[in-house]
């Protein structure tokens, strides 16, 4: 029952993790760094620690049979990870759900089951299995590139969320690669936080829950990046007063649903790939975003961010989303080579 558990778990978080954005949408008279810091506040710091100290209550003990060089990578890793995250709510903001979570997240699927198997394995590049995983993360390349031609092409009209001209889309378009690029940091910490699960397991956490330490220090870190970042947008725009607009409570219950979706995706995730054994963190991922990708980008037409599109440009995108399915599914087959 492990594997079917584990597939299950992950499958559960690519959901979350593909609508979590959703109710950033619908909040009223905040700008995206009202939203984005009380995303932050509840999503890596409270609700994280609530989970985190209802898994493992001796986490303090943990990181203390952990070695200074491990932490201090695992930090470094949050605090990239961290830019990341707010890249990936500019990004997304940006771009729009339809167009810009399935060019990061496809970014996230193919570094993050790549950079694993460089670092740890990196023989296996040069045997069909790394040949198969390389030419996914070619795919993904593919993908992202007629997804972002299809992004050219549609309408910048003044509320389309794809933005109002050609340079917001360019910008757009960096900001959301490189949140990609920055992203896929949970799941190598995963791979280089074997000291730390195995420091939690000692102590006598699940095998399934060791993780959570990990996701723990990520997160922490994270958030002090992203909340302060936001405090300066908020100086700088001198706009502090929204948190006290009449849409405030109805925001802030808002920021905590899209929370709570992203919090429980990644630890169910990390159940998911415990589960699924040695090979977790390579086959697990690309099926956690690949879903997800599916997921946030039917939000995103479902809104109607692509209603005003050509009929050429909604035929691209949906070209260049199947190319990244296509991708994310070599890169889970990769696992079944040798």
Request: charged share 10%; hydrophobic share 55%.
């Amino acid at each position: 029952m492990e594997l079917p558990t584990g597939f299950l778990l992950v499958l559960s978080a690519g959901v979350l993790q593909g609508t979590f954005i959703l109710p950033m949408t619908l909040t009223k008279k905040w700008a995206w760094e009202h939203t984005w810091a009380a995303f932050s506040l509840f999503g890596m710091l409270a609700f994280n620690w609530v989970i985190t100290l209802v898994a493992i209550p001796n986490i303090v003990s943990v990181y203390r049979l952990v070695s200074l060089r491990d932490m201090t990578i695992l930090t470094l890793f949050g605090a990239g990870w961290g830019l990341g995250a707010i890249l990936f709510g500019l990004g997304m903001d940006k771009l729009g759900m339809a167009l810009g979570y399935p060019i990061i997240m496809g970014l996230i699927a193919s570094l993050g089951a790549l950079i694993p198997l460089l670092v740890f394995s990196a023989a296996t590049v040069f045997r069909v299995k790394g040949l198969i995983l390389l030419l996914g993360t070619a795919i993904m390349i593919l993908g992202i590139a007629v997804c972002s031609l299809a992004g050219v092409r549609e309408p910048r009209s003044s509320d389309s969320p794809a933005r109002a001209n050609s340079q917001g889309f360019a910008a757009g378009l960096v900001i959301a690669i490189a949140a990609g690029v920055l992203s896929c940091l949970p799941n190598v910490g995963m791979a280089f936080g074997t000291s730390v699960m195995v420091a939690a397991q000692s102590l006598g956490v699940s095998r399934t829950y060791s993780g959570t330490a990990i996701w723990a220090l990520f997160f922490t870190v994270g958030f002090l990046l992203n909340v302060g970042y936001c405090f300066y947008l908020m100086a700088r725009h001198e706009n502090w007063n929204a948190y006290l607009s009449k849409e405030a409570a109805r925001n802030f219950g808002l920021s905590a649903v899209m929370a709570i979706m992203w919090i429980v995706s990644f630890y169910l995730y990390g159940m998911g790939a415990a589960k699924l054994g040695k090979w977790g963190v390579v086959v697990g991922w690309p099926l956690f975003i690949s879903l997800s990708i599916v997921v946030g980008n039917l939000w995103g037409i479902l809104r109607g961010e692509w209603q005003a599109a050509s009929r050429s440009a909604r035929i691209l995108l949906y070209r260049g989303l199947f190319v990244l399915l296509i991708a994310v599914i070599t890169i889970a087959g990769s696992n079944l080579a040798r």
